[in-house]
């Protein structure tokens, strides 16, 4: 299937800020725009949380205290920081392509859903009275 094509009036300043960022990554304006509208329909979309995560929040409370205190330790998977770390570490040496943008950006969204759950489980146990000094500080 042939992705549909969008003619765009933009203002002055934003071409030009895409024609800059494009410059700047190392790719073509077009595909500049669209991991630019990507992304910012992926951030709008997510203004709200998505329902997954809405779903797993909620559960979180029916949840023991051991099971809940296991959540507050949990990582992301060490498969998903090699790869971010590698990402990363290339962003650093050249421009991303676009397939690996959406790499990076799916690997940080996995990493904030953790995170999220995380603080949760944390806020939940402290409600709950449990002592967790040095839990709070690094969490």
Same mark, same amino acid.
């Given at each position: 299937?042939?992705?549909?094509?969008?003619?765009?009036?933009?203002?002055?300043?934003?071409y030009t800020s895409l024609q800059r960022r494009a410059r700047a990554h190392q790719r073509p304006l077009e595909d500049e725009a669209t991991?630019?509208?990507?992304?910012?329909?992926? +951030?709008?979309?997510?203004?709200?949380?998505?329902?997954? +995560?809405s779903a797993?929040?909620?559960?979180?409370?029916?949840?023991?205290?051991?099971?809940?205190?296991? +959540?507050?330790?949990?990582?992301?998977?060490?498969?998903?920081?090699?790869?971010?770390?590698?990402?990363?570490?290339?962003?650093?040496?050249?421009?991303?392509?676009?397939?690996?943008e959406y790499m990076l950006a799916d690997l940080i969204d996995r990493h904030d859903r953790v995170m999220v759950l995380r603080a949760e489980a944390v806020a939940l146990l402290q409600a709950r009275g449990r002592a967790l000094g040095e839990r709070v500080a690094s969490a």
């Open positions: 299937m042939i992705d549909p094509t969008v003619t765009l009036t933009l203002p002055t300043s934003l991991l630019t509208l990507t992304l910012a329909a992926a +951030v709008a979309a997510e203004a709200v949380l998505p329902a997954d +995560v797993a929040l909620a559960a979180l409370a029916a949840l023991d205290d051991d099971t809940l205190e296991r +959540v507050s330790h949990s990582q992301p998977t060490v498969e998903d920081g090699v790869l971010l770390a590698a990402l990363l570490d290339t962003r650093g040496r050249r421009a991303l392509t676009v397939d690996e």
